[in-house]
């Protein structure tokens, strides 16, 4: 984390990068890859970049909704998609992660929020990586 960017800004900026990387994979998927994308597909693949690009008061809420469509009419998409955004963008996409998921998740947003009412510095990259066992 750079010395101007807040804990909060990390933690946004953190998973505005995983949505872009999810959005350039599944460009190179079926169906968004096919010549005959149907006018629905391409809604919806519209409407993820849209959402990437455009973090309004709707963000979170229309950001659920892309993702449980995700699961329900994409679920070969699955394994590219980022669990981290899940947990970010919460509500029903929760329902999709098990609890001792949810739980370290829970965890490094507490230490997140630990560091800043105290005004530690926090890399959420770094945490994430110590709470999931990664380092």
Known sequence: ???????????????????????????????????????????????????????????????????????????HLMPLLYRDLLWFFGGDCLHFMPDEEIARYQQLDELRHEAMRTGKDFSYRDERANCFGLH
């Open 1 to 75: 984390m750079s010395d101007t960017t807040s804990p909060e800004q990390d933690y946004q900026l953190y998973h505005l990068q995983l949505l872009q990387a999810f959005i350039e994979q599944i460009e190179q998927q079926p169906p968004f890859n096919a010549d005959d994308c149907s006018e629905d597909d391409q809604q919806f693949l519209s409407d993820i970049k849209l959402l990437h690009q455009n973090t309004d008061q709707e963000f979170l809420h229309t950001g659920q909704l892309l993702l449980c469509r995700v699961v329900t009419a994409y679920p």
